[in-house]
C-alpha cells in the first residue's frame, strides 16, 4: 500500500483535504529538508470528524460487532503493520529525527500492542453480584463510552496514538485523532490500515492541525464522550477545563521529572551506562526519561566524572547516519526552550559538567540539535530540578540516606516513573513501594511491556494505558438489577390498605 494520500484528514471514511484549503509543511529536523504538505484541519473538520464518529457509534452497525469481531479487526491491523512496517518506521524516523532503528522497534512495539488488545476485546467483563437476597439477578456488565477525542504529541507519535486507538478498538468506541502537527505521517497512515483491516466506516477519523485551531472542539463539543491527551502539563489542565463545561471523561498522560536513583552498593558499571541511555535516549525527549540523577554522597564524584566523560562522546547525527548514537530535537522552538532551561540552571547555581551547546559542524547547522548535558550541583528547590526540560539535560543531585533518597525521588508535582539501583534486594524493594511514580524499575530503565498499566500519580496524569486497565478506561459500567419475582413493595400504602390499581 502506499498510502499516497496520507497528507488529507480522513473523516468518515474518505480522505478530504481541508475547507479552507490551508497547508502546512513538515520539515525534517535533522536537516529541515521538507518530508511533506499536510492539510490543515479548521474547527469546522474538526467538527465533522466528530459528528462522523458520533453517528458510526450511536447508528448500531459497529455496536452489533461482538468482542470476536473487534480482536479480528486488531489482529488484521497488526499483520498489515507487520507486513508494512519498513514504511512506517521510515515515516516516523522522518517526521521525529529519531533514528531509523530506533523507529523500528517503536513500530514493533505498535504491533504488540494491537496483538495484546485483539486478545483483550473478546473477554467477557460481566460480573455476577450477590444481591444478599433472593429471587435477583444482578450483573455487572460494560460498555464502550462513546466517541473518543484523542490528541497525542510528537515524540513517539504511533506508539502514543496506539495505546489510545487499540483499547477504544477493543472496547466498541468510535474516535477523532489528532496527532501533534510537528509528526502526521504514520497517524495519518494508520487510517489506510483500518480501513484495510476491515474496520466499519467512521469508527477511526483523522483531523490534521494545530491543537489551538483543529484540537479546540475535541475537548468542548458536547458529542465528544472522553478526551484521551497525551503531552504537555500547561496542555492537560486546559483539557480538563474544557471538558468539564460537559463532564466529559478526561485521560491524561503528561509529563515527568523522573528520579534514577543510584546507591552506593550498586554495580556501578550497569548503574552508569543506564543512566546514560535514561536520560538521552532520543535527545531527552521521552516522558520517562531519568533526567534527575540523585546519587549517594560517596561515589557522587565517581559517578558524574564518568556520566559526564561519556556524554562528551556520544555522537549526534542524522536518522540514517550508521555512526549516530542519537539525532536532533524536534523543533527550533524547543531548543530555544532547552538552551534557556540550561542558561536559568547556571544561574541558579548548577555547575555544567557536560554539553551546554549547539555541536558544532557543517552536518548540524541546518538541524535542532544541543549537546548530552549534565548539571551537577543541583537541590530540590531549583526550577532545573522541579520542571521538565523534555531535552538531553540530566541534573544531579546528592543524599545520604536511604529515607532521604525517598523524600527526594518524591519531592516534585509529578509521579510518572523513576528507578532504583542497588545490589540490596530488600532495599530496593523498600523504596520502590514508597516512590510516588507510576512506574518504578528496579536495576534496569525503561523497558515496559504492554500487559503492564503505565500511567502517572500526581500531576503525570490520570487513568492508565495499556494493561487491563487500559482497556477500562474505555468502558462504562453498569449494574443490571433483575427481579426474578416482582411484587409490590408496600412503601406507599394507601389508607384503607389496598392498592388501588
Ligand atoms: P503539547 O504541546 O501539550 O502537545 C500535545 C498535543 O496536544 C499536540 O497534538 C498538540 O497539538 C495538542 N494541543 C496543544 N494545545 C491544544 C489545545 N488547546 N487543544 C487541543 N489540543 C492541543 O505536548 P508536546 O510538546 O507535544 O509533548 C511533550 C509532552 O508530552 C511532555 O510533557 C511529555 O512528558 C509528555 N508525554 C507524556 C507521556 C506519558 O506517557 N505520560 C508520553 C509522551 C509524552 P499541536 O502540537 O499540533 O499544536
Known sequence: MAYEHMTELFINGKRQGSSSGEIRNVLHPADAHLVATFHEAGASDTVAAIDAARHAFDSGHWG???????????????????????????AESEDTAKRLVEAQYDIADVISVFKYFSTLAPQNHDREVDPGRQNVRSTMTSEPIGVIAMITPWNYPLLQASWKMAP?????????????????????????????????????????????????????????????????????????????????????????KNPNIIFADADLDAAIDNALTAVFLHSGQVCSAGARLLVERKIHEQVVTEIA????????????????????????????????????ALSEGAILRAGGMRPEGAQFENGFFYRPTVLDNCTTEMHCVQDESFGP?????????????????????????????????????????????????????????????????KQSGNGRELGEAGLAEYLEHKHIWQNLAPAPSQWFVPTKGKVDV
Not at 503493520?81 to 518506521?89: G, N, P, Q, S, T
Not at 505521517?185 to 489551538?212: C, R
Not at 549516530?324 to 542558561?343: M, Q
Open 309 to 344: 566523560r561519556r556524554a562528551d562522546l556520544i555522537r549526534l547525527g542524522g536518522a540514517t547516519d550508521p555512526d549516530a548514537e542519537t539525532g536532533s530535537l524536534i523543533s527550533a522552538a524547543h531548543r530555544d526552550k532547552v538552551e534557556r532551561y540550561v542558561a536559568d
Open 168 to 256: 477504544a478498538i477493543a472496547a466498541g468506541c468510535t474516535f477523532v485523532i489528532k496527532p501533534s502537527e510537528l509528526t502526521p505521517s504514520t497517524t495519518s497512515m494508520m487510517m489506510d490500515v483500518f480501513s484495510e483491516a476491515g474496520l466499519p466506516t467512521g469508527v477511526a477519523n483523522l483531523v490534521l492541525g494545530s491543537g489551538a485551531v483543529a484540537g479546540g472542539p475535541m475537548s468542548t463539543h458536547p458529542g465528544v464522550d472522553m478526551v484521551s491527551f497525551t503531552g504537555s502539563l500547561a496542555t492537560g489542565k486546559r483539557l480538563m477545563i474544557n471538558a468539564a463545561e460537559t463532564v466529559k471523561r478526561v485521560a491524561l498522560e503528561l509529563g515527568g
Open 393 to 457: 539535560i540530566l541534573t544531579v543531585e546528592v543524599f545520604d540516606t536511604e529515607d532521604e533518597a525517598i523524600k527526594l525521588g518524591n519531592d516534585t508535582i509529578f509521579g510518572l516513573a523513576g528507578a532504583v539501583w542497588t545490589s540490596d534486594s530488600d532495599k530496593a524493594q523498600r523504596v520502590a513501594r514508597q516512590l510516588r511514580h507510576g512506574t518504578i524499575w528496579i536495576n534496569d530503565y525503561h523497558p515496559y511491556v504492554a500487559q503492564a498499566e503505565w500511567g502517572g500519580f
Open 64 to 90: 452489533s460487532f461482538t468482542g470476536e469481531q473487534r480482536g479480528k479487526i486488531l489482529e488484521r491491523v497488526a499483520d498489515i503493520l507487520e507486513r508494512d512496517k519498513e514504511l512506517f518506521a521510515k
